[in-house]
């Protein structure tokens, strides 16, 4: 059964730090992964997702994963964080076999300290 | 706009109460699923249909019931038998195979 672990529960950074938030996952072979940022109070938005080819992934408001097969990671990253980063982050994994449902996290609380 | 209609976005059930949760979508997707989120344990899915007249059980079914009996529609029925439906309930659609889920903006669930 695949799985997902975000390793921390919250991050605190500063406004204009980097930020890179951890997720490991166990899978049998080459997963399609998924980040999801979510508001308090509100759904998930999709951040960026990969499937196949480059494993350095671009998404929105200048987020970036990249997908690790040897370490079976996605870590995702931003340069210089903003006030209005802080959220609900989760990475998620979908089976690449039949028809896919998705495996999500515990999910990563980010606070931006000024 | 195209999008996912949760409803309604706040709920209160009685003891002993059967609730609907409404979840309509006009993506044109094929796939649509709902999940619960409770704090600190991310989403488990708890029903999800690739078609229409067919649906499957998730990780948490129990106390749970769905139909399908359109495209665009998805209900959710939070049953008597569920003993802690207190949570936030999200929908999402797909498209279908390697393409990103949509979702709603929730509806949460509570106990009176």
């Known amino acids: 059964a695949q799985s997902v672990t975000q390793p921390d529960i919250h991050i605190t950074v500063s406004e204009g730090a980097s930020l890179e938030l951890r997720c490991n996952y166990s899978?049998?072979?080459?997963?399609?992964l998924f980040w999801y940022v979510q508001s308090p109070g509100q759904g998930l938005q999709l951040l960026l997702k990969?499937?196949?080819?480059?494993?350095l992934v671009q998404g929105i408001k200048g987020f970036e994963a990249e997908f690790k097969r040897s370490q079976s990671s996605f870590n995702l990253r931003k340069p210089s964080v903003h006030w209005s980063d802080a959220a609900e982050y989760f990475c998620a994994v979908g089976s690449r076999s039949g028809y896919s449902t998705l495996t999500f996290g515990k999910g990563t609380m980010l606070l931006v300290s000024p | 706009d195209g999008g996912i209609t949760q409803s309604p976005k706040y709920l209160f059930r009685k003891e002993g109460q059967n609730v609907t949760l409404s979840c309509e979508q006009n993506?044109?997707?094929?796939?649509m699923y709902w999940y619960r989120q409770d704090p600190g344990q991310g989403l488990r899915l708890i029903y999800y249909?690739?078609?229409?007249?067919?649906?499957q059980k998730g990780d948490i079914a129990e106390g749970y019931s769905v139909s399908r009996e359109k495209k665009e529609s998805f209900p959710l029925t939070v049953t008597s038998a569920q003993k802690n439906p207190t949570a936030f309930y999200l929908c999402a659609s797909s498209p279908g195979q390697e393409r990103p889920q949509h979702f709603g903006d929730g509806t949460r669930l509570s106990i009176l």
């Open positions: 249909s690739q078609i229409v007249n067919d649906f």
């Open positions: 899978y049998g072979a080459t997963p399609y």
């Open positions: 993506l044109n997707h094929d796939a």
């Open positions: 990969y499937f196949s080819g480059d494993t």
